[in-house]
T-cell receptor
Framework: SAVISQKPSRDICQRGTSLTIQCQVD?????MFWYRQQPGQSLTLIAT?????????ESGFVIDKFPISRPNLTFSTLTVSNMSPEDSSIYLC??????????FGPGTRLTVL | AQKITQTQPGMFVQEKEAVTLDCTYD???????LFWYKQPSSGEMIFLIY??????QNATEGRYSLNFQKARKSANLVISASQLGDSAMYFC???????????FGAGTRLFVKA
């Protein structure tokens, strides 16, 4: 299976600040995604990170709040902007090489005070 | 639109026994895939098993098997010989084979008793 790493693994941030989460994959992949998991909830897709073009956002998520970069086929970043306590969640990136192969990074546990 | 329903918020099983976690789905796609993931308290999502909609055989991976009943739109996970380390949240998910967008169910928390 692929190795997917995320940095930071956890962080505690003050409201109004921004945090950028990095996701690195050990082999090239076309499809990368960002998910949010609020406390006690399931995973919700934030956006598809497209290489070389703007990310595709799901309903309820906007680029100004969650800007995403995808400079190449092994790396992506998600920024959580102007944070509030409601943004406290686990943020997970995933990579999918084919229909039957989707793996997740270890997640970033974010707490906003 | 695709939807996953997991009706069991929590399940208990005795160590070494088998347990079935339920998952039903709804989709208008003819071609799709079904995943099961395990999420321990550490928060990572661990891939367990995958079933394609056109696969005729039920998927198996070690102690995990997927009871796929296409006509009933169900994809239940069976864990045989439960171990204490199986205590975790389990998520069922569906993906369409076109855009790879994946939708997750609410999850089932499994408790394995010694």
């Amino acid at each position: 299976s692929a190795v997917i790493s995320q940095k930071p693994s956890r962080d505690i941030c003050q409201r109004g600040t921004s945090l950028t989460i990095q996701c690195q994959v050990d082999s090239q992949v076309t499809m990368m995604f960002w998910y949010r998991q609020q406390p006690g909830q399931s995973l919700t897709l934030i956006a598809t990170a497209n290489q070389g073009s703007e990310a595709t956002y799901e309903s309820g998520f906007v680029i100004d709040k969650f800007p995403i970069s995808r400079p190449n086929l092994t790396f992506s970043t998600l920024t959580v902007s102007n944070m509030s306590p409601e943004d406290s969640s686990i943020y997970l990136c995933s990579a999918q090489w084919s229909t039957d192969t989707q793996y997740f990074g270890p997640g970033t546990r974010l707490t906003v005070l | 639109a695709q939807k996953i329903t997991q009706t069991q918020p929590g399940m208990f099983v005795q160590e070494k026994e088998a347990v079935t976690l339920d998952c039903t789905y709804d989709t208008s796609d003819q071609s799709y895939g079904l995943f099961w993931y395990k999420q321990p308290s550490s928060g990572e999502m661990i891939f367990l098993i995958y079933q394609g909609s056109y696969d005729e055989q039920n998927a198996t991976e070690g102690r995990y098997s997927l009871n796929f009943q296409k006509a009933r739109k169900s994809a239940n996970l069976v864990i045989s010989a439960s171990q204490l380390g199986d205590s975790a949240m389990y998520f069922c998910a569906i993906t369409n084979t076109g855009g790879f967008k994946t939708i997750f169910g609410a999850g089932t928390r499994l408790f394995v008793k010694a």
